[in-house]
Nanobody, 118 residues
Framework: QGQFVERGGGLVQAGGSLRLSCVHS???????????MAWYRQAPGKQRELVAS???????NYGESVKGRFTISRDNGKKTVYLQMNSLKPEDTAVYFC?????????WGQGAQVTVSS
């Protein structure tokens, strides 16, 4: 099945922006298109949490802590999901992963480290 590959993490000051992307190159486009996709994150010492999701029809949902600041989008032709993160806060510091909803254990990648300095 293969893993997602996340890119775009980095170090940014509070108030800054980053754009993450993840691609699942091994999936068939029609299969990728059919899944609800999501971004998750895991901060040190905390459980992994769902940040944002986007359905096959483009409907989106966001965690309360990121509403109004993050935007999830997808390009089915490229089998890629994006997460635009604006107005970043130190509490957004975490490793960010993408996966399906519900999660598929085989899809977890290495994640992208996002560090927000105060």
């Amino acid at each position: 099945q293969g893993q997602f590959v996340e890119r775009g993490g980095g170090l940014v000051q509070a108030g800054g922006s980053l754009r993450l992307s993840c691609v699942h190159s091994r999936s068939i486009t029609s299969t990728f298109r059919a899944h609800t996709m999501a971004w998750y994150r895991q901060a040190p010492g905390k459980q992994r949490e769902l940040v944002a999701s986007i359905g096959s029809g483009g409907n989106t949902n966001y965690g309360e802590s990121v509403k109004g600041r993050f935007t999830i989008s997808r390009d089915n032709g490229k089998k890629t999901v994006y997460l635009q993160m604006n107005s970043l806060k130190p509490e957004d510091t975490a490793v960010y992963f993408c996966n399906t909803v519900p999660q598929n254990e085989a899809y977890w990648g290495q994640g992208a480290q996002v560090t927000v300095s105060s």
